[in-house]
């Protein structure tokens, strides 16, 4: 009789859990993006602003030369400033690329935000080349105080077509404007 009972209860627990039954499949969560193929210039430009924002730094990364599909080398030219201050500019490479967006991103507290502008763009269009000059203002949202803040002044990037017909950064050179703190600055400090 005993027996009986705790049969009693075991089907009605298993018939009350319904753990037999298969549930829907979830998507995996996964942060929202504006990345989109690199097929002109211009994209390239916007998927470059997005990766910062947004904080990916996959796209960020995507945004720059690689050498499976264009024979070039991605060169960082820091502002001369900068480059006193912080030896590390020296020899940046891609590695210094990805870290950077990384360190930056773990500088942020939840919710933190990071904007850039890019301002007064002009472009001078080559066979297989177009070279970007413009000037930005980065805000970095960070209660770090030798982080936060905005960073100001110009860039010129020489960006390339690879064999994938996506467009890439080659060369970035970076320039100092008046007292402003710029793009130079905050790589280095990350850096360290």
Not at 27 to 32: A, D, H, Q, R
Not at 76 to 84: N, R, S, V, Y
Not at 113 to 122: A, P
Not at 135 to 162: I, P
Request: proline share 3%; aromatic share 10%; net charge negative.
């Amino acid at each position: 009789m005993k027996c009986a009972g705790y049969i009693s209860i075991l089907i009605i627990l298993l018939a009350a859990c319904d753990l037999v039954t298969t549930r829907e499949a979830e998507e995996p969560v996964k942060p929202s993006s504006n990345f989109i193929a690199a097929t002109s210039p211009e994209i390239l430009l916007r998927n470059f602003e997005f990766s910062i924002e947004e904080k990916i730094t996959e796209n960020y990364l995507a945004c720059f030369v690689d050498k499976n599909f264009l024979d070039k080398e991605y060169k960082f030219i820091p502002a001369g400033e900068a480059l006193a201050t912080n030896p590390a500019l020296n020899n940046w490479d891609l590695n210094s690329e990805r870290l950077f967006l990384e360190n930056l991103k773990a500088n942020l507290p939840e919710g933190k935000n990071i904007n850039l502008s890019l301002e007064n763009l002009n472009e001078s269009r080559f066979s297989d080349s177009v070279i970007y000059v413009f000037d930005y203002s980065l805000v970095v949202n960070s209660t770090n105080k030798a982080l936060g803040g905005e960073y100001k002044g110009s860039s010129q990037m020489s960006v390339y077509k690879d064999s994938r017909e996506q467009w890439v950064i080659v060369e970035w050179r970076d320039y100092k404007s008046e007292s402003s703190q710029c793009w130079s600055d905050l790589k280095g400090r990350i850096s360290n």
